[in-house]
């Protein structure tokens, strides 16, 4: 409970607050070594990253909750429908990212 109310004093209200820290900031705050507190963020960091995953990925996962398109072509190119699933389609410019 202690250390809840001084990661409060100090304006960190989630672990989201936590990861932007300094390991020294950190150090200081808890009085432990610099290496501790760099453990420490280490570990906030794993816990609050996102899971990467590719396209195909969240295609397949949300497959099953694909609303269908009308058009047919569409829909089979869009494997079955709309899923709420965005996909974002980065390259080179001229690289045909819009077609």
Not at 13 to 26: F, M
Not at 67 to 74: H, R
């Amino acid at each position: 409970r202690a250390l809840c109310e001084l990661l409060h004093s100090k304006g960190i209200r989630s672990l989201g607050d936590v990861i932007y820290l300094a390991p020294w900031e950190l150090r200081d705050w808890l009085m432990v070594s610099e290496d501790e507190a760099t453990s420490l963020l280490s570990r906030a960091w794993d816990a609050f990253a996102v899971t990467a995953s590719s396209a195909w990925d969240s295609m397949e996962r949300a497959a099953c909750n694909a609303v269908p398109i009308p058009l047919t072509s569409l829909n089979e190119a869009a494997g079955g429908g709309f899923s709420g699933v965005f996909v974002e389609v980065a390259g080179a410019a001229g690289g045909g990212e819009t077609q």
